[in-house]
């Protein structure tokens, strides 16, 4: 299924995110007109309470959180390289994201990840235009046809033709791969950033990438060894 040098292409990433505020009431008080937005969101999603809905919902949002840090890594020869980018500024962070996503397309990578078409890459996408930034050719669809878009979403991938909703944690376990989710999960980011502890966010999001190549790994195996 996999061969060493489609394994070697795949260019594993993850990000993590969170509110741009504390919490919405610091959010009020800063950008009331956004605040009076989300709040209207909140109301058509169902949320209990704007409050209620910008803890625990609001990471999913890129028009009104951020990137807390993202993720990469590559197999090479049997070993597993991650990376991370990380900044304060949003902005910096994407410039970096930038210039990584545009060497890897100009050395022929495929993007990949675990639900990196309905998440990753639309925050990463979206993002990049809010704050005036160029998408890499390597993930931008405009324009192009489907066999064009050289992106493998590995949640699609394992889900064959299912339409049952799996987790990344449901696949490792079912490869027998231990949860990267043992310490906190993507709920729980927004409050762990605003807690301070970007440390915990970063080794978090570096399991699920490390996580992933594994899972390619270990599948890549049973038809070497077959």
Not at 15 to 25: A, F, M, Q, S
Not at 62 to 78: D, Q, V
Not at 133 to 139: G, N, R, W
Request: glycine share 8%; proline share 4%; charged share 30%.
């Amino acid at each position: 299924m996999f061969s060493e040098t489609k394994l070697s292409k795949f260019l594993f990433f993850d990000i993590e995110t969170c509110g741009k505020h504390r919490d919405y009431e610091e959010f009020q008080r800063i950008d009331p007109e956004g605040a009076e937005i989300f709040k209207k969101k909140s109301n058509r999603l169902g949320y209990a309470s704007p409050a209620d809905g910008y803890r625990d919902k609001v990471a999913l949002f890129p028009e009104f959180g951020r990137i807390a840090c993202l993720s990469y890594g590559i197999w090479k020869e049997g070993e597993i390289i991650v990376r991370m980018i990380s900044d304060n500024d949003e902005k910096e962070l994407l410039k970096k994201v930038q210039i990584m996503l545009n060497k890897a397309g100009a050395n022929g990578m495929t993007p990949t990840g675990w639900n990196i078409k309905n998440f990753d890459l639309a925050w990463i996408y979206r993002k990049m235009l809010m704050h005036g930034l160029k998408v890499p050719e390597c993930i931008n669809t405009y324009e192009k046809k489907p066999w064009e878009v050289n992106i493998f979403d590995m949640k699609e991938w394992w889900r064959v033709f299912s339409n049952l909703d799996v987790s990344f944690e449901d696949a490792a376990y079912g490869m027998g791969l231990p949860s990267p989710k043992d310490d906190i999960d993507g709920g729980m980011v927004h409050v762990t950033y605003w807690n301070g502890e970007i440390d915990r966010i970063i080794t978090y999001c570096e399991k699920d990438v490390r996580t992933m190549i594994l899972m390619c790994e270990k599948i890549y195996q049973i038809y070497e060894n077959a």
